[in-house]
C-alpha cells in the first residue's frame, strides 16, 4: 500500500516562535478569564509539548479555547452541547488502557503513558466539521495513527479498523440512556486509518485532551463529519469486513459509513452545502472533503460518493 | 366592552403577571446576548429558544379548554387570547431568527428548505397559519367574522400545534425526548376535548351574571 506525503508547503508551517508567543497570548487569556471563573479547573490543565505545528486549516485561526471545550457533541455526557463540558468530570482517565486485538500479528495492550510516548507528539490544526453544518478549527495535539497501526503488524485479513470507546455507565451519566446502543463504535478502512492525516490525538491547545473532548485518547479524521472521530477508546480492532458505527445503526439512511464531508451530498433532513463556523456570523460553503479533497480524493477513486455516503 | 369595575381588578392584574411572565423568555435571552452569554453557537441558541417557547405556548393556550372541562375554571380563557398572541410573538422571532440570522434572506436556500426539508417543510405553514388567527384576534374581528366562523377559523391552532411537534421531532439528531413529552401533552390536551365531546357531556356553561357581562376574552371562548 502506498501513501502519499502531506502536500504541505513550508509556508503553511508556522515558525514555533510565532504559533508559541501566539499560543502563550492565549493561555494567558484564556486562563484569566478561566481563572476569574473557575480558579479550580485550571490549574488541571496538564500543558503538553508538541515538536512542530502545522496549519492544515488554511492558514485560519483556531477557534477560541472556550468554545472548542464548551460546545461538544459527546452523547457519552448527554445530548446537550454544553453537557459534556458540565458532566465529563466523572471521566477517570488513569489508569487508562488501550487493547489492540483482532487481525494483528502483534495484539497488545497500551497503557495510555505508552500511547503519549509512542511516536513524536505534534500539534495539527485541523478544520472540524460537524454533520449538524457548524464547524470550528482546532489545534490538535497527536501523532499518525498509522504509527501505532505499524506497531501491531496488521495481518492481511486487516481491511478495517474498528475503535470502540469506553462503556460504564458509572463514569459516562449518558450511557444510562438508550439515545445510542453502547458502547460507542467507528470505523475505518485500513488505508484510511494509514493516511498520514488520520491523527490519535491526547491534546489540544497545548494541552492534555480535556474530557469533554475525549480524553484520554481519540482519533481525528478532518476530511470526515465530526462523529468519525472517536472519543475515549478503549479498544482498536483490526477486521476483515466493514464494522457497524454507532451513528450508522442509529440512522442508516442518515449516516453512512464513509461520511466523508460532502456539500454535494445532503443529510436527508438538512443540507450540507454550508456551514457555520463557530464565531462567525455568515454560513460559509462547505468544501468537499472538509478542503482536504487534494490529500485524500484518491481514497475513494471511482466510487459513487451519492451511494457510499 | 365591559367597564372597569373593582370585579376586574383580579382579571388585569392576572394579565399583567402573564405578561410579565410570557416575557421573560425574550428578556433572558437579550439579557444573555448583551452578556455575550449565548454560547459558541448563539445563533442556534436563539433559534432552539424562540422555537421552544413557541411551542410552549401553545401548548399552555390549548389548555384553557381542558381546563374548563375538567376544572369548571373560566379565568384560562380569559387569558388565552394573551397567550395565542404571545405564542405567535415567539414564533415570528423564531421564524425571524432564521430569515435573518440563520439563512441571511438567502431565498434561493430558504426556498430549497421549504420544498426538501420535511422539518421546515412542516414547520413554515405551522407558523403561518398563525399569522391569519392573529390578525383575526381582535374584538372588531371576532363581531365582522361572527362566532361561528370565527371559531372554525381559528381551530387552524390545532394544526400549528401539530405541526410545531412533528417540526421539532424532525429536526433533532437523535434525542426524542423534549419532543415527546411535547407529544404526549398535546395528545393529553386532545384527548380530553374529545372525551369530553364522545361523552356527550354538555359543555359547563359559563355563570350567567358572567354572561351578562361577557369580557372580550369570553365572547371568544371558543373553539372548544
Keep these: 500500500m502506498t501513501h502519499p506525503t502531506l502536500k504541505i508547503k513550508p509556508s503553511e508551517i508556522t515558525p514555533r516562535d510565532i504559533y508559541r508567543s501566539r499560543r502563550e497570548f492565549m493561555q494567558l487569556a484564556v486562563g484569566l478569564g478561566a481563572a476569574a471563573l473557575w480558579p479550580e479547573t485550571l490549574s488541571a490543565a496538564e500543558k503538553l509539548a508538541a515538536a512542530k505545528s502545522t496549519n492544515l486549516a488554511g492558514k485560519e485561526e483556531p477557534t477560541p479555547y472556550d468554545k472548542v471545550t464548551q460546545y461538544n457533541n459527546f452523547y457519552e455526557f448527554g445530548t446537550g452541547k454544553e453537557d459534556p463540558a458540565a458532566n465529563a468530570g466523572s471521566l477517570k482517565t488513569r489508569p487508562w488502557t488501550i487493547a489492540v486485538e483482532g487481525e494483528v500479528r502483534k495484539p497488545v495492550t497500551f497503557d495510555i503513558d505508552q500511547i503519549v510516548k509512542m511516536a513524536p507528539l505534534e500539534e495539527r490544526i485541523y478544520r472540524l466539521r460537524c454533520v449538524e453544518a457548524w464547524s470550528m478549527v482546532v489545534p490538535w495535539i497527536g501523532f499518525p495513527l498509522a504509527e501505532l497501526i505499524k506497531r501491531v503488524e496488521p495481518t492481511g485479513k486487516a481491511k478495517f479498523v474498528e475503535f470502540v470507546s469506553l462503556h460504564d455507565p458509572e463514569q459516562m451519566p449518558g450511557q444510562r440512556s438508550p439515545v445510542l446502543n453502547w458502547p460507542y463504535r467507528e470505523g475505518l478502512r485500513l488505508d484510511e486509518a494509514m493516511h498520514p492525516l488520520t491523527l490519535l490525538t491526547v491534546g489540544l491547545y497545548g494541552e492534555v485532551l480535556p474530557k469533554q473532548n475525549g480524553a484520554p485518547v481519540r482519533i481525528v479524521i478532518p476530511w470526515k463529519y465530526g462523529f468519525k472521530s472517536a472519543k475515549s477508546i478503549a479498544k482498536i480492532r483490526f477486521v476483515e469486513t466493514q464494522p457497524v458505527s454507532s451513528w450508522t445503526e442509529a440512522g442508516p439512511n442518515e449516516y453512512g459509513f464513509y461520511s466523508n464531508v460532502n456539500p454535494a451530498v445532503d443529510h436527508p433532513r438538512w443540507s450540507q452545502a454550508k456551514e457555520r463556523r463557530i464565531g462567525e456570523f455568515f454560513k460559509r460553503p462547505t468544501l468537499p472533503f472538509n478542503g482536504y479533497a487534494d490529500q485524500v480524493a484518491h481514497l475513494y477513486a471511482g466510487m459513487d460518493l451519492k451511494k457510499y455516503f | ?224
Design chain 2, 1 to 224: 366592552m365591559a367597564t372597569k369595575t373593582s370585579k376586574d381588578k383580579p382579571l388585569s392584574r392576572l394579565k399583567s403577571g402573564v405578561f410579565l411572565l410570557a416575557s421573560l423568555p425574550l428578556l433572558n435571552l437579550i439579557v444573555n446576548a448583551c452578556l455575550d452569554q449565548l454560547g459558541a453557537n448563539p445563533i442556534e441558541k436563539i433559534t432552539r429558544g424562540t422555537g421552544y417557547w413557541t411551542l410552549t405556548l401553545l401548548l399552555i393556550t390549548l389548555t384553557a379548554t381542558p381546563l374548563r372541562l375538567l376544572c369548571k375554571w373560566n379565568w384560562p380563557i380569559r387569558i388565552r387570547r394573551m397567550l395565542g398572541l404571545f405564542a405567535f410573538f415567539y414564533g415570528s422571532l423564531h421564524f425571524l431568527t432564521y430569515l435573518v440570522l440563520d439563512q441571511f434572506f438567502d431565498w434561493s436556500a430558504i426556498a430549497a428548505d421549504i420544498l426538501k426539508r420535511p422539518y421546515i417543510t412542516v414547520g413554515f405553514p405551522s407558523f403561518a397559519l398563525m399569522i391569519p388567527l392573529a390578525l383575526t384576534s381582535t374584538d372588531t374581528m371576532i363581531k365582522r367574522l361572527g362566532g361561528k366562523r370565527w371559531r372554525w377559523l381559528h381551530r387552524l391552532v390545532y394544526l400549528s400545534a401539530i405541526g410545531g411537534v412533528v417540526h421539532y421531532a424532525w429536526l433533532v439528531k437523535k434525542d426524542l425526548t423534549n419532543p415527546m413529552i411535547f407529544g404526549a401533552l398535546l395528545t393529553m390536551l386532545f384527548g380530553i376535548r374529545l372525551a369530553y365531546r364522545f361523552i356527550g357531556s354538555t359543555k359547563p356553561a359559563l355563570t350567567t351574571d358572567k354572561q351578562k357581562n361577557r369580557s372580550p376574552d369570553e365572547a371568544s371562548r371558543n373553539p372548544g
